[in-house]
């Protein structure tokens, strides 16, 4: 089911079993008459605020606690819903897999609205930010001290899916205990546009790493430093 531009899939209702009435697409054995209909609905803004919310409910009178939790089957988000980080620093070690078509933004300019990883991550195998889906929108926020990424070809930040990172500041990344971090920020696909990259520290390079069709416009990246090999981009 396909919505129209300001809508979103809301779920099927009829001849559809309950644990799959959220899927889009849909799979059902036709073996039997069904009726099938596809409800849309207006996008939900959901809210994160790190001093005050909590990591229960639907983060819209109550916000969510962290930005982990609004992107994780738990929170219920949809396929264009908004999730909005209030103003202020947001600490936050876990990895992220974003693999939905979500508006994740700052609510002010990016120095506004941080995104502090405190250079720890659950996974250091793993990127720690990983976009899969297509037509998601980061902006307006600040990515300071990722870390992970122990692989040297992994990556802190990966996008495989058709996205977009927009007016997004990564800075004071990089492992601090000798790691083999590398490529801050690795695209396969999608665009970086109107970015800087300043201030981390990798023990490998480059620094930003685009294959396939990945695309970076309009960026500033500036005073960061590879400790071993292949610097730049």
């Not at 309950?18 to 803004?45: G, H, I, Q, Y």
């Not at 990515?143 to 007016?167: D, E, K, P, W, Y």
Request: hydrophobic share 35%; with cysteine.
């Amino acid at each position: 089911a396909t919505p129209a531009e300001d809508r979103t899939f809301g779920c099927w209702t009829g001849d559809v079993p309950e644990d799959l009435r959220e899927d889009n697409p849909l799979t059902l054995p036709m073996d039997r008459a069904r009726t099938v209909s596809a409800r849309f609905r207006d996008p939900k803004v959901h809210y994160v605020d790190y001093a005050n919310g909590v990591d229960s409910g639907d983060g819209t009178v109550m916000p969510w606690k962290t930005l982990a939790y609004a992107v994780s089957a738990d929170s219920g988000v949809v396929e264009g819903d908004e999730i909005v980080l209030v103003k202020g620093t947001h600490v936050c070690s876990d990895n992220l897999v974003i693999d939905k078509k979500l508006h994740i933004h700052g609510a002010g300019d990016p120095s506004e609205t941080v995104f502090d990883a405190e250079h720890k991550a659950k996974s250091t195998s793993n990127p720690h930010v990983k976009i899969t889906a297509d037509g998601a929108l980061i902006n307006n926020l600040t990515f300071s001290r990722l870390c992970g990424g122990q692989n040297h070809n992994c990556g802190l930040v990966t996008m495989s899916g058709a996205s977009a990172i927009s007016n997004v500041v990564f800075t004071a990344s990089g492992n601090t205990d000798g790691g083999n971090n590398g490529k801050l920020v690795v695209l396969s696909k999608g665009i970086l546009t109107r970015c800087a990259i300043t201030g981390n520290d990798m023990r490998y390079g480059p620094i930003v790493n685009i294959t396939g069709t990945g695309l970076m416009e309009n960026c500033l990246v500036y005073d960061n430093r590879i400790a071993t090999a292949n610097g730049g981009i």
